[in-house]
Protein backbone atom coordinates (compact mmCIF):
# COMPACT_ATOMS: atom_id res chain seq x y z
CA UNK A 1 0.00 0.00 0.00
CA UNK A 2 1.07 3.18 -0.51
CA UNK A 3 2.87 5.06 2.45
CA UNK A 4 4.67 8.68 2.96
CA UNK A 5 5.91 8.31 6.56
CA UNK A 6 7.20 11.67 7.41
CA UNK A 7 10.27 12.04 9.90
CA UNK A 8 10.26 12.91 13.68
CA UNK A 9 8.99 15.87 15.79
CA UNK A 10 11.82 18.78 15.55
CA UNK A 11 12.81 21.17 18.66
CA UNK A 12 14.86 24.47 16.66
CA UNK A 13 16.24 27.25 17.60
CA UNK A 14 15.70 30.88 15.64
CA UNK A 15 17.87 31.51 12.94
CA UNK A 16 18.81 27.66 12.98
CA UNK A 17 17.44 25.34 9.85
CA UNK A 18 15.15 22.33 9.90
CA UNK A 19 15.08 19.48 7.40
CA UNK A 20 11.60 16.86 7.41
CA UNK A 21 12.05 13.77 5.38
CA UNK A 22 8.97 11.95 3.39
CA UNK A 23 9.75 8.29 2.76
CA UNK A 24 7.27 6.95 0.57
CA UNK A 25 6.95 3.45 -0.17
CA UNK A 26 4.10 1.22 -1.96
CA UNK A 27 4.42 3.17 -5.58
CA UNK A 28 7.10 3.92 -8.12
CA UNK A 29 8.19 6.99 -6.08
CA UNK A 30 9.13 9.21 -10.21
CA UNK A 31 5.46 8.82 -11.04
CA UNK A 32 4.39 11.29 -8.67
CA UNK A 33 5.30 14.76 -7.53
CA UNK A 34 5.66 15.44 -3.71
CA UNK A 35 3.99 18.42 -2.26
CA UNK A 36 4.80 20.65 0.92
CA UNK A 37 2.14 21.84 3.31
CA UNK A 38 2.41 23.18 6.44
CA UNK A 39 -0.39 24.13 8.95
CA UNK A 40 0.24 26.68 12.21
CA UNK A 41 -1.87 25.92 15.42
CA UNK A 42 -5.54 26.42 14.79
CA UNK A 43 -5.02 27.80 11.37
CA UNK A 44 -5.35 27.03 7.77
CA UNK A 45 -3.30 25.26 5.21
CA UNK A 46 -0.70 26.74 3.68
CA UNK A 47 0.92 25.59 0.24
CA UNK A 48 4.90 26.05 0.46
CA UNK A 49 6.36 23.83 -2.83
CA UNK A 50 6.99 20.68 -4.69
CA UNK A 51 9.29 19.01 -6.37
CA UNK A 52 9.31 16.36 -9.30
CA UNK A 53 11.06 12.60 -8.59
CA UNK A 54 11.77 12.47 -11.84
CA UNK A 55 13.85 15.40 -12.97
CA UNK A 56 14.60 17.13 -9.56
CA UNK A 57 12.89 20.33 -10.88
CA UNK A 58 11.59 22.09 -8.11
CA UNK A 59 8.39 24.81 -7.63
CA UNK A 60 7.82 27.33 -4.98
CA UNK A 61 4.88 29.82 -3.22
CA UNK A 62 6.60 32.93 -3.65
CA UNK A 63 6.67 33.38 0.31
CA UNK A 64 8.80 30.50 0.53
CA UNK A 65 11.14 31.32 -2.71
CA UNK A 66 15.10 31.28 -1.48
CA UNK A 67 14.48 30.01 1.71
CA UNK A 68 12.74 26.37 1.32
CA UNK A 69 14.52 23.98 -0.80
CA UNK A 70 13.07 20.81 -1.62
CA UNK A 71 15.64 17.52 -2.92
CA UNK A 72 14.90 14.12 -3.12
CA UNK A 73 17.02 11.00 -2.93
CA UNK A 74 15.40 8.56 -5.53
CA UNK A 75 17.87 5.85 -4.37
CA UNK A 76 15.31 5.74 -1.14
CA UNK A 77 12.18 7.48 -2.26
CA UNK A 78 12.84 10.20 -0.19
CA UNK A 79 11.26 13.95 -0.93
CA UNK A 80 13.22 16.53 1.72
CA UNK A 81 12.32 19.79 2.82
CA UNK A 82 14.70 22.26 4.25
CA UNK A 83 13.72 25.51 5.70
CA UNK A 84 16.55 27.96 6.49
CA UNK A 85 16.15 30.91 8.96
CA UNK A 86 13.66 29.80 11.26
CA UNK A 87 11.21 31.86 13.45
CA UNK A 88 8.79 31.28 15.52
CA UNK A 89 6.46 32.14 12.74
CA UNK A 90 7.53 28.72 11.54
CA UNK A 91 5.93 26.82 14.41
CA UNK A 92 4.09 24.35 12.53
CA UNK A 93 3.08 20.74 11.27
CA UNK A 94 4.67 20.32 8.00
CA UNK A 95 2.80 17.69 5.72
CA UNK A 96 4.03 16.42 2.61
CA UNK A 97 1.47 15.42 -0.26
CA UNK A 98 1.33 13.24 -3.42
CA UNK A 99 0.11 14.38 -6.80
CA UNK A 100 -0.25 12.15 -10.38
CA UNK A 101 0.39 15.19 -12.89
CA UNK A 102 -2.41 16.80 -13.53
CA UNK A 103 -3.89 18.08 -10.49
CA UNK A 104 -4.38 14.57 -9.07
CA UNK A 105 -3.79 14.60 -5.08
CA UNK A 106 -4.36 11.79 -3.66
CA UNK A 107 -1.59 10.53 -0.27
CA UNK A 108 -0.47 12.69 2.50
CA UNK A 109 2.14 11.83 5.18
CA UNK A 110 1.06 11.83 8.47
CA UNK A 111 2.84 15.23 9.86
CA UNK A 112 5.87 16.29 11.37
CA UNK A 113 6.00 19.06 14.13
CA UNK A 114 8.62 22.02 14.12
CA UNK A 115 9.04 23.96 16.89
CA UNK A 116 10.51 27.12 17.12
CA UNK A 117 12.29 28.84 20.11
CA UNK A 118 14.86 29.74 22.20
CA UNK B 1 -1.73 38.56 -3.72
CA UNK B 2 -4.29 36.01 -5.14
CA UNK B 3 -6.57 35.23 -2.45
CA UNK B 4 -8.94 31.86 -2.63
CA UNK B 5 -11.91 32.54 -0.24
CA UNK B 6 -14.39 29.96 1.40
CA UNK B 7 -17.02 30.22 3.62
CA UNK B 8 -15.60 30.34 7.04
CA UNK B 9 -18.14 28.13 8.68
CA UNK B 10 -21.31 26.31 8.20
CA UNK B 11 -23.59 24.41 9.96
CA UNK B 12 -26.01 21.72 8.42
CA UNK B 13 -28.57 19.16 10.11
CA UNK B 14 -27.98 15.27 9.74
CA UNK B 15 -29.26 14.01 6.58
CA UNK B 16 -29.26 17.20 5.21
CA UNK B 17 -27.60 18.88 2.18
CA UNK B 18 -24.62 21.65 2.27
CA UNK B 19 -22.84 22.87 -0.36
CA UNK B 20 -18.83 24.36 0.12
CA UNK B 21 -17.80 27.17 -2.01
CA UNK B 22 -14.27 28.20 -3.38
CA UNK B 23 -13.53 31.55 -4.98
CA UNK B 24 -10.74 32.88 -6.61
CA UNK B 25 -10.13 36.92 -6.18
CA UNK B 26 -9.12 37.62 -9.89
CA UNK B 27 -11.84 35.64 -11.44
CA UNK B 28 -14.00 32.51 -12.06
CA UNK B 29 -12.75 29.09 -11.02
CA UNK B 30 -12.70 26.85 -13.65
CA UNK B 31 -11.76 23.26 -14.70
CA UNK B 32 -8.03 24.45 -15.57
CA UNK B 33 -7.34 25.42 -12.07
CA UNK B 34 -7.66 21.75 -11.22
CA UNK B 35 -9.74 22.22 -7.93
CA UNK B 36 -8.98 19.92 -5.12
CA UNK B 37 -10.68 19.02 -1.68
CA UNK B 38 -9.73 17.98 1.41
CA UNK B 39 -10.95 17.25 4.64
CA UNK B 40 -9.39 17.53 7.92
CA UNK B 41 -10.04 15.90 11.38
CA UNK B 42 -8.77 17.66 14.44
CA UNK B 43 -5.40 16.32 14.97
CA UNK B 44 -4.91 14.88 11.90
CA UNK B 45 -3.78 14.89 8.39
CA UNK B 46 -5.48 16.04 5.83
CA UNK B 47 -7.36 13.82 3.32
CA UNK B 48 -8.32 13.78 -0.50
CA UNK B 49 -11.86 13.77 -1.15
CA UNK B 50 -12.44 15.45 -4.90
CA UNK B 51 -9.72 15.99 -7.17
CA UNK B 52 -9.96 17.63 -10.75
CA UNK B 53 -13.26 19.30 -9.99
CA UNK B 54 -15.27 16.66 -9.67
CA UNK B 55 -13.12 13.14 -8.92
CA UNK B 56 -13.55 10.64 -6.14
CA UNK B 57 -11.06 9.11 -4.65
CA UNK B 58 -11.59 4.86 -3.73
CA UNK B 59 -12.45 5.71 0.12
CA UNK B 60 -14.23 9.29 -0.50
CA UNK B 61 -18.30 8.62 0.54
CA UNK B 62 -20.76 8.74 -2.22
CA UNK B 63 -22.45 11.68 -0.24
CA UNK B 64 -19.61 13.91 -1.59
CA UNK B 65 -19.79 15.87 -4.65
CA UNK B 66 -17.66 18.17 -6.51
CA UNK B 67 -18.58 20.79 -9.22
CA UNK B 68 -18.26 24.53 -10.49
CA UNK B 69 -21.06 26.40 -9.46
CA UNK B 70 -21.37 30.29 -10.48
CA UNK B 71 -17.83 31.08 -11.21
CA UNK B 72 -16.54 28.84 -7.81
CA UNK B 73 -15.94 25.47 -7.14
CA UNK B 74 -18.03 23.71 -4.68
CA UNK B 75 -17.95 20.28 -3.01
CA UNK B 76 -21.72 19.02 -2.01
CA UNK B 77 -22.28 16.89 1.09
CA UNK B 78 -25.85 15.11 0.24
CA UNK B 79 -27.34 13.34 3.32
CA UNK B 80 -24.86 14.82 5.99
CA UNK B 81 -23.24 12.03 8.42
CA UNK B 82 -21.88 13.32 12.20
CA UNK B 83 -18.69 12.33 11.10
CA UNK B 84 -18.47 14.78 8.26
CA UNK B 85 -18.07 17.45 10.67
CA UNK B 86 -14.48 19.00 10.21
CA UNK B 87 -12.83 21.41 8.40
CA UNK B 88 -12.75 21.55 4.34
CA UNK B 89 -10.16 23.17 2.21
CA UNK B 90 -10.21 23.91 -1.23
CA UNK B 91 -7.09 23.91 -3.20
CA UNK B 92 -6.46 25.60 -6.87
CA UNK B 93 -3.64 26.31 -9.24
CA UNK B 94 -3.07 29.78 -10.63
CA UNK B 95 -0.32 31.53 -11.92
CA UNK B 96 1.88 28.24 -11.82
CA UNK B 97 1.26 27.68 -7.99
CA UNK B 98 -1.07 25.52 -5.99
CA UNK B 99 -2.64 27.93 -3.44
CA UNK B 100 -5.29 26.81 -0.54
CA UNK B 101 -8.45 28.59 0.68
CA UNK B 102 -9.21 29.76 4.24
CA UNK B 103 -10.99 26.45 5.08
CA UNK B 104 -14.29 25.44 6.07
CA UNK B 105 -15.30 24.47 9.48
CA UNK B 106 -18.62 22.43 9.10
CA UNK B 107 -20.49 21.72 11.80
CA UNK B 108 -23.26 18.78 12.19
CA UNK B 109 -25.69 19.95 14.54
Known amino acids: QVQLVQSGAELKKPGASVKVSCKTS????????IHWVRQASGQGLEYMGM????????NYAQKFQGRVTVTRDTSISTAYMDVSSLTSDDTAVYFCARELRGGHFDHWGQGTLVTVSS | QTVVTQEPSLTVSPGGTVTLTCALS?????????PNWFQQQPGQAPRTLIYNTNNKHSWTPARFSGSLLGGKAALTLSGVQPEDEAEYYCLLLYGGSWVFGGGTKLTVL
Open chain 2, 26 to 34: TGAVTSGHL
Open chain 1, 51 to 58: ISPKTGDT
Open chain 1, 26 to 33: GYTFTDYY
